[in-house]
């Protein structure tokens, strides 16, 4: 069945710069978008930027120009690069998929904590 | 970027009651194009991650128990649930994609009288 699902590191230093891999399955990347989405521990959902299915990005301002999203459509992978971290962006760091452009996320994956230590 | 507000941002329940959650966002979700409201809900049960419940503002995804409705249009909408089950506590969002940056209310948690 449809899979995303995110590796990275449980621990990033104050500063350093964030890199997480979600990896799908049983779908194509250029078929459907992939979002990323963070969640602080016991807070609510942030949706941080795309991939959509042509190759093109768009990110959330909230996060100014730390943030980066590529992708390898012959891994069926997509990316997340956020640098210059701070205690806040400690969170559960999600891929989720969405239909359409314009449309809600029908799989996630289960998510990724990473704490920002100082 | 749009608002999403939801009330209450608790409520505690009993199994078998009929509970109404609210979402309201800072502007129009009412597309003028194709006359679809571009609001999600979803349901986090702690631990996991959220589920897709209703797409459309109303449109309820396969699997999705009928129990769970979704209505409103424009800035006003509502997800309810006509006879909550013990495995519907959870904290439920809304969520508009009809610009981005895409955003979410607060969430409103299901909790147990």
């Known amino acids: 069945q449809v899979q995303l699902k995110e590796t990275g590191p449980d621990l990033v230093q104050l500063t350093q710069t964030l890199s997480i891999t979600c990896t799908v399955s049983?779908?194509?990347?250029?078929?459907?978008?992939v979002h990323w989405v963070r969640q602080p521990p016991g807070k609510g959902l942030e949706w941080m930027g795309a991939?959509?299915?042509?190759?093109?990005?768009d990110y959330n301002s909230a996060f100014k120009s730390r943030l980066t999203i590529n992708r390898d459509t012959s891994k069926s992978q997509v990316f997340l690069q956020m640098n210059s971290l701070q205690t806040d962006d400690t969170a559960k760091y999600f891929c989720?998929?969405?239909?359409?452009?314009?449309?809600?996320?029908?799989?996630w994956g289960q998510g990724v904590l990473v704490t920002v230590s100082s | 970027d749009i608002v999403m507000t939801q009330t209450p941002s608790s409520q505690a329940v009993s199994a078998g009651e009929k509970v109404t959650l609210s979402c309201k966002s800072s502007?129009?979700?009412?597309?003028?194009?194709?006359?679809?409201?571009?609001l999600a809900w979803y349901q986090q049960k702690p631990g996991q991650s959220p589920k897709l419940l209703i797409s459309?503002?109303?449109t309820r995804e396969s699997g999705v128990p009928d129990r769970f409705v979704g209505s409103g249009s424009g800035t006003d909408f509502t997800l309810t649930i006509s006879s909550v089950q013990a495995e519907d506590l959870a904290v439920y969002y809304c969520?508009?994609?009809?610009?981005?940056?895409?955003?979410f209310g607060a969430g409103t948690k299901l909790e147990l009288k």
């Open positions: 989720a998929r969405s239909r359409g452009s314009y449309e809600g996320f029908d799989y």
């Open positions: 049983r779908f194509s990347l250029t078929a459907f978008n």
């Open positions: 991939m959509w299915t042509g190759g093109g990005t």
């Open positions: 502007q129009s979700l009412l597309s003028s194009a194709n006359k679809h409201n571009y």
């Open positions: 459309w503002a109303s």
């Open positions: 969520e508009q994609y009809y610009d981005t940056p895409y955003t």
